[in-house]
């Protein structure tokens, strides 16, 4: 598969933010870091392995993943979903789960700033409203970091609960 010609800095030198994540188009390997549990002051993480394809679609204007996510004691797929709205210089992303394939979660919005892609949005987990938060960070032709987190009082105190480190795979 050819790669597209993109800078691997997640946009920073272009003004059009639709090519954001040119630099994620293909295979990756992922090594995940979870907090076993979230919201409940727990400090003990789970790691684990997974895969992740992604491929540009709608003109360019759209992403997919397929993810495979190797949780200990339950693997799953999972697939993330992308749309860049060149109106607001934004992209929405969206992750639909296979182990509940008719809900989608509600979207994170943002785009990408110096290298770093800031994408922001609301949810529940738990039956409670939060905020939740994707960073991208430390993007390289052949790597890149992912982190979420999430935030029960409104965005005052953040909660890092789930890191990804990709690596391309050759």
Request: aromatic share 12%.
């Amino acid at each position: 598969m050819k790669i597209a010609a993109a800078p691997v800095t997640g946009g920073t030198t272009l003004t059009d933010h639709a090519h954001d994540f040119d630099f994620l188009i293909g295979k990756w390997r992922v090594h995940h870091r979870r907090l076993k549990e979230r919201l409940a002051n727990n400090h003990e993480w789970v790691e684990f392995e997974g895969m992740s394809e992604l491929q540009m679609t709608m003109g360019g204007h759209g992403t997919m993943d397929d993810n495979f996510v190797g949780l200990p004691g339950g693997a799953y797929r999972a697939m993330g979903m992308r749309g860049y709205d060149p109106k607001t210089q934004t992209w929405a992303i969206w992750w639909l789960d296979a182990r509940d394939p008719h809900t989608i979660g509600s979207p994170v919005i943002g785009n990408f700033k110096n290298g770093i892609g800031t994408f922001d949005g609301d949810d529940t987990f738990n039956g409670k409203s939060i905020k939740v938060r994707f960073v991208w960070s430390c993007i390289t032709a052949n790597s890149g970091h992912w982190e979420q987190a999430f935030s029960p009082d409104g965005g005052k105190s953040w909660e890092t609960n789930w890191v990804m480190d990709f690596t391309r795979v050759k």
